[in-house]
């Protein structure tokens, strides 16, 4: 990387002091936290891994922080290009202005000759660069807390699937759409509309948040119409008026949620047309969210509702299992924890239509992990008041054969075929196996299910497949998948 001058920005790096003796390897490990956390607020992902993953604080004795690294090339890259940020990240972290000290490790141990070779004081690209993040950062978190936005919410953990794809993309193109001036240029109003809980909220104010993102300095609302009417009545109440109208018309985007409500509000739906109109005239973005579209909210004017519908009318269904299983997969990682695919599973397959109810259902099953050994299939089950047994009654043989036909990728049409080929035979004995031992049919029932007459067939077959379970580890977890997907 190209060297910058640092020393004017250097200030702004998070001041974390230790105050206990730093030899202390526990008081070691504190503050390389505290620099490498620095450093990754800067670098790239590929530039820290580059040069940072595999350095290590050894230790900090005399004013000197001993740092270790694997190769000459890397010790020279970072006295030359990350030298003076480095030592800023130091003192903030300590309080002291250590001299850092690069040492070669070589099968575990420095080299001797680069002992005493240190990081002196120059200047460095990287402080300006440092001190423009962390300022342009802690400009957003204010911005984004006096607009009411959740800095959860963003587009990076909106997860997108076949019910929400065109809602999406219209938040990116308004986002990517609007200027310096925060113009709308692609749509406006923005409409959504969908039954509670489908990922409105995220959606909307995942837009604030990346304009805000982009230039903190815009002015940016999320308001529920109910706190709209609140604020609304209160600035009659105290003659304010004036205050209520400059607060949502001197505005850059408004985003108001459960618009819906406004038809029991006449007083409002004047207000908010006025509001509209304002903004819309200036060319402002306007953001709507509702559980119903605009044709079917009730008692509402003509011209208000008119100006609903005047820009991009989106709907967003409630998650397919596929978008609802990627769902539970990113609450994991964004909680850090690690759940058994099959309890995400069966979370997915038994809560359908909303997103806030597949989190809580998530929460839950953390909350029983949490109070000891890892719970069994039923027990989640039974937490997530899922009701096996009644599932269980309710499959079919024409179920089992297309779930096993799907898992080991084969068509039903061949499982009941004369063709005997190994994958082909495989698939049809595993169907049969499960009709038997699962659903318990007569053997003449599972051979009629699988186009055979003989039944000598089917104990044949599910012999077989005991054997080779024995044998065969991938074997038998494919069944086990496949009885969840048919009975759970």
Known sequence: MDKIDI????????????????SNSTNVNDVWKIVTENLRIVLDSVEYKSWFSDTQLLTI????????????????????????????????ATGENLKVELVVKENG????????????????PMGDLFAKMEDDKKRYVTAAKKASLNPRYTFDNFVVGSNNRLAEAVAQSVVSDIDNELIAKSYNPVFYYGSTGVGKTHLMQAIGNEILKKDPDKKVIYVSIEQFLNELIESIRTKKNEDFRLKYRDVNLLIIDDIQFVEAYPKTQEELFHTFNTLYQANKQIILASDRPPKEIN???DRLRTRFEGGMVSDIQPPEYETRLAILKQGTVEKGVTIPEIYLELIAKNIESSVRELEGALNKVLTLMKLGELPSY?????????????????ATPEKVLQ??????DVSVRYIRSSRKTANIALTRQVAMYILRTELQLPLLTVASAVGRKDHTTVLHGCKSVEEKMKKDSSLTDKIEKCKRDIFY
């Open 7 to 22: 020393e004017k920005y250097s200030k702004s790096i998070p001041e974390v002091m230790i105050e206990e003796d730093i």
């Open 61 to 92: 004795q005399n004013g000197i922080a001993t740092v270790s690294c694997s190769n000459e090339f890397q010790r020279n890259t970072i006295l030359s290009d990350y030298g003076k940020f480095l030592q800023n990240c130091f003192l903030k």
């Open 109 to 124: 141990n420095e080299k001797k000759e680069d002992r005493y070779k240190y990081i002196e004081e120059s200047d460095s």
């Open 299 to 301: 008692n509402i004017t």
């Open 378 to 394: 039923q027990e989640v089950a039974k937490i997530l008041q899922v009701d096996l047994e009644s599932k269980r009654k309710r």
């Open 403 to 408: 779930v096993v036909a799907e898992e080991f």
